[in-house]
């Protein structure tokens, strides 16, 4: 059971500015059915003065994901779009009297539908945190995302970043790289960067070390999943296999081949590449 | 106001007989069974008939019978002392939808070098026998299937599973921890070699489990120590559950068949009456084969942790396989093996029911869940 404040409660039973604005002038939708929550919100803006003068929120979600949601069209209603840009995620969190550490990734949720929709509000595209390179396959949570969290909430451990992200919190297998993020960003010395290239392989050798891994490692991991895969065939640096059971019905099957992917770059050899037969 | 306690597989309300029962214990006999003179041995003689209670529950003998802390007890006990008895053979056959108590000592032993099997089930949630029949071979230990699914409440073909295992000359637990006292389970119609049973889970108070070790099974114990339960679990007994334990095994073997009647048909009316008036609902799991008390229902669009926290302010109890409620970012892995769609895994609810449930708390509930789920889809982006 959760230890949920009255304050968040009580926005969970009876939430402030549910619904969509109709011709609304900015819209951020983030998160997924699929991850388990899901936040669409719309604004209004004043375009002379720049200020927000509605907004209201879908979302699918837990209680606190709900919470967050209403507490965020209280928080920006009135305020220009840059004072609402100035608003953190430590700010929600705030408005509710505190959330429990593993939910405070609903209040970043929050704050990023905002910056998302004031990003369309603005005509901008992509929002800054789409961009870097993927850290987290399950939740698709880039290290350009990751670092701004970290430093904004000033993250110390890989849990953390999990309670404040989600990154970490599916398959576990990004989690050395997250320490590794944050080591860099705390101790300054750049440790993400290009891995050595391994010393070239015999065609032999690179068979029976894909084999191998795949049968210790990855299988394992996937059955206790109930899912299954087996390799076909290794057609020079194409990897060829076939996902069973769970995993090829599954929706995550693209997150799945692309985690086995990054495991045989990371242990056999940069230049491989996985398909399915 | 009154609580509507429908979340019984994770645990249950001790029964009034099985609390009077035990009380003796915690005040004037409190001696220890193992000590020579009577104020000791006579607690002794209450032990041995509670053993033969739990016995009848499931046509064992009392002498195999050990009691134990809990199902997990039970669960760990079980697998090791078929690894330590069997030093040669490196492979653990068990299901995708085990309880955690068999998951994770699978896991843990995968680390130390042994191989697991974790068998498929289909999408109503039932065995894929037809890979236990590949995956058996001179090399494994134990193969390990529980009786019923404490997530989808779905029964496994025990006795077809246990006879299959025993042609192979392979030992067979089962965790029973959900299907004892729901159903009739007879040891002596299948060659079920271990089996786990759990307190409270059936009306005894949460801290004792048993363990059945059929006749002639080489065993190693999980606890050295004492001579306590014929030198197959040390420690102290745990006098007052044990006590418990058996009265409740003594009242769920007079009830079963009538009182499982009767919850079914409640169980049934509160399932269609959901399906009924909440659209966008189904149920998971087979619903041929499942237990009487237990109903899993996914609410597309609606997450599970929201309808447990709207369900609370009308102190109705259910659980979910939604991530939010796990307390880890993972939903159910049951759920997930029966490839049910991650969208309804988060919506998906379990009612589970008792013997102490009443007709009046499912109209209750018949009543207010429509309401709940209406007014969170009004606020889901999907509808």
């Known amino acids: 059971m959760w230890e949920y404040t009255d304050k968040v409660r009580e926005l969970f039973l009876h939430p402030h500015n549910v619904g969509e604005i109709k011709g609304a002038d900015g819209t951020g939708d983030v998160g997924s059915i699929v991850c388990g929550d899901a936040l669409k919100l719309t604004i209004k803006v004043d375009k002379a003065s720049e200020t927000i003068t509605d907004a209201k929120f879908q979302t699918f979600g837990c209680a606190s994901a709900i919470a967050s949601s209403s507490a ?200 491989l590449t996985v398909t399915i037969s | 106001m009154n609580v509507v306690y429908l979340d019984n597989n994770a645990s249950t309300r001790v029964a009034d007989e099985v609390r009077e029962e035990m009380m003796p214990y915690f005040s004037e006999l409190y001696g220890n069974p193992s000590s020579m003179h009577l104020f000791g041995g006579q607690v002794h003689r209450r032990i041995e008939t509670a053993r033969e209670k739990a016995a009848s529950l499931i046509n064992a003998e009392p002498d195999e019978i050990v009691f134990t802390s809990c199902g997990t007890e039970s669960d760990n006990t079980a697998l090791m002392s078929a690894l330590q008895t069997m030093p040669d053979k490196k492979h653990l056959i068990t299901t995708r939808v085990e309880h955690p108590a068999i998951h994770s000592f699978c896991k843990l032993m995968y680390g130390k070098g042994y191989r697991i099997t974790f068998l498929p089930v289909d999408k109503q949630g039932r065995l894929k026998f037809g890979e236990l029949e590949t995956a058996i071979t001179d090399e494994t230990a134990i193969v390990s299937v529980m009786y ?114 009767r919850v079914k048909t409640l169980r049934d009316k509160l399932e269609n009456g959901l399906l009924y008036s909440c659209p966008g609902a189904q149920v998971n799991g087979d619903i041929e084969h499942r237990l009487p008390n237990t109903s899993n229902i996914s609410f597309e669009f609606v997450e599970g942790e929201a309808i447990l926290l709207r369900l609370n302010e009308y102190n109705i109890c259910a659980s979910s396989g939604s991530a939010c409620s796990s307390g880890s970012l993972e939903p159910s892995h049951v759920l997930r093996a029966m490839g049910v769609p991650f969208t309804s895994i988060h919506g998906s609810i379990r009612f589970s029911l008792s013997r102490y449930t009443t007709d009046s708390e499912i109209d209750f509930v018949l009543e207010k869940m429509p309401l709940i789920i209406n007014e969170l889809r009004e606020m889901s982006p999907y509808t």
């Open chain 1, 72 to 271: 965020i069209t209280d928080l920006i209603i009135g305020k220009t779009i840059d004072e609402a840009l100035k608003l953190t995620n430590e700010d929600i969190a705030g408005y509710l009297g505190g959330l429990p550490r593993e939910k405070m990734h609903c209040s970043v949720m929050g704050r990023e539908a905002l910056e998302a929709a004031i990003a369309d509000y603005r005509g901008e595209t992509k929002a800054e945190s789409d961009e870097g390179t993927i850290i987290c396959q399950c939740y698709g949570l880039t290290d350009t995302k990751l670092r701004h969290v970290i430093k904004e909430n000033s993250l110390r451990t890989a849990e953390d970043v999990t309670n404040f992200t989600k990154a970490g919190g599916g398959c576990g297998t990004c989690l050395p790289d997250i320490e590794k993020l944050l080591t860099e960003i705390w101790s300054g010395k750049a440790i993400l960067t290009e891995r050595t290239p391994l010393k070239k392989l015999t065609n032999i050798q690179k068979i029976s070390m894909i084999q191998d891994l795949i049968e210790k490692e990855i299988r394992p991991l996937l059955q206790s999943d109930g899912g299954d895969v087996e390799l076909i065939d290794v057609d020079g640096t194409n990897v060829v296999v076939s996902l069973r059971g769970m995993c090829s019905e599954c929706v995550m099957a693209d997150v799945t081949l692309k985690n086995i992917e990054k495991k045989l770059k990371e242990m056999v050899s940069n230049d």
């Open chain 2, 148 to 261: 019923a699914n404490n997530e989808s409440g779905v029964i496994f073909p025990i006795e077809k599973i246990a006879e299959f295992v025993n042609s192979k000359g392979v030992l067979f637990h089962t965790d029973a921890v959900q299907a004892a006292g729901k159903l009739a389970i007879d040891v002596k119609k299948m060659p079920i070699d271990m089996a786990s049973l759990s307190g409270h889970k059936m009306h005894a108070p949460k801290g004792v489990g048993a363990l059945y070790i059929k006749r002639g099974t080489r065993f190693s114990p999980l606890l050295t120590g004492g001579h306590q339960e014929a030198g197959r679990r040390a420690g102290t007994e745990n006098v007052a559950s044990i006590i418990a334990f058996g009265k409740a095994c003594e009242i769920a073997a007079l009830n079963i068949s009538a009182e499982n009647y």
